[in-house]
């Protein structure tokens, strides 16, 4: 996908990613290229996703590293590839409800 492609695609959802099957995450994309996403885990984090080339990269607020992806539209939604160290493969899923961001980690 080009990166109007994506940004037509995805602005205003939050779409839920599986990897082989399983849930892995949940991304809510949101305007200026803005993300939101997390494990399922009620932790998120915030970050913007930018084209470089052909891929689609992230960098969040907890790691200045981009990480880039493939994204691919197919007939049950979108597919992503990893394109740096691993083959991770994601898939877009059913969703698996509303995103749970739970707020900061609170001592005494």
Do not use: H, N
Not at 50 to 64: A, K, L, N, T, W
Not at 87 to 106: D, F, K, R
């Amino acid at each position: 996908m080009t990166a109007a492609e994506f940004e037509a695609y995805v602005t205003g959802r939050t779409l839920t990613f599986s990897e082989a099957g399983q849930p892995y995450g949940i991304e809510r994309y949101l305007p200026d290229r803005r993300v939101r996403w997390s494990f399922l885990d009620g932790a998120c984090k915030e970050g913007r996703w930018f084209p470089q080339g052909e891929r689609i990269c992230f960098v969040y607020e907890d790691d200045p590293m981009p990480q880039c992806w493939r994204f691919f539209r197919e007939p049950g939604g979108l597919r992503a590839l990893f394109d740096g160290g691993g083959a991770t493969e994601l898939y877009e899923a059913e969703s698996q409800g509303e995103m749970l961001c739970l707020g900061p980690e609170v001592g005494v």
